[in-house]
């Protein structure tokens, strides 16, 4: 494998089911993100891990956890979602510390429908 | 603030004729800039990038970007479009080069045969 991947693909889910997504990048970064795209919006930056530590939190409900136990993977659990959080969940790494060397890389997302 | 604008949020071009995607941004430092191409159901594919070398960029696929500090913009440019580049692509832009992103709407391309 190479680059960012992403499993599942596509997730279906009610409101009241317990799922995660998964996260794998193989480039040797130390920095990993997890964006929300809907539609007709911008790409919402959810959560930043730098070194496994959460940086940041974008105002995020409580519905979506993040974890990160190593550099190499992130997930996203979830949990009572709503109709609303139905988007195209994507993972980005990059690395951290050298200006410049930040640019992100994208997984091909997570198409998740909250029923 | 930092922000960017992508003009126009959809544009059509005919197979062969110049691809012109727009984007201006707003920094109050140094800007490095990114261009990203997203085909449906998949994710952000890096195009090409500006990190405070040469202002003409070239990127994948024959697009290239030039930043011009004057105008605040970084518009992206293929002289001949080709029906795979029919896609979304999104201007980005990192104050600093430092780690937060800040993305443009988009801009969905359609080429027309």
């Known amino acids: 494998e190479t680059g960012v991947t992403q499993t599942p693909r596509h997730l279906v889910m009610g409101m009241t089911n317990k799922k995660s997504l998964k996260c794998e990048q193989h480039l040797g970064h130390n920095a990993m993100y997890w964006y929300k795209q809907s539609a007709k919006k911008p790409l919402e930056l959810m959560f930043v891990y730098n070194f496994k530590e959460q940086t940041e939190n974008n105002s995020v409900p409580s519905r979506f956890s993040p974890e990160c136990p190593n550099s190499s993977h992130l997930f996203l659990h979830l949990h009572t979602l709503q109709p609303e959080d139905s988007a195209l969940y994507l993972c980005?790494?990059?690395?951290?510390?050298?200006?410049?060397?930040?640019?992100?890389?994208f997984g091909p997302g997570t198409r998740l429908t909250v029923l | 603030a930092q922000s960017v604008t992508q003009l126009g949020s959809h544009v059509s071009v005919s197979e062969g004729a110049l691809v012109l995607l727009r984007c201006n941004y707003s920094s109050s430092v140094p800007p490095y800039l990114f261009w990203y191409v997203q085909y449906p159901n998949q994710g952000l594919q890096l195009l090409l990038k500006?990190?405070?070398?040469?202002?003409l960029v070239k990127g994948i696929n024959g697009f290239e970007a030039e930043f011009k500090k004057s105008e605040t913009s970084f518009h992206l440019t293929k002289p001949s479009a080709h029906m795979s580049d029919a896609a979304e692509y999104f201007c980005a832009l990192m104050p600093g080069g430092y780690q937060k992103v800040t993305f443009g709407t988009g801009t969905k391309l359609q080429v027309i045969p």
């Open positions: 500006y990190t405070s070398a040469a202002t």
């Open positions: 980005a790494s990059s690395s951290r510390g050298r200006v410049g060397a930040n640019t992100q890389y």
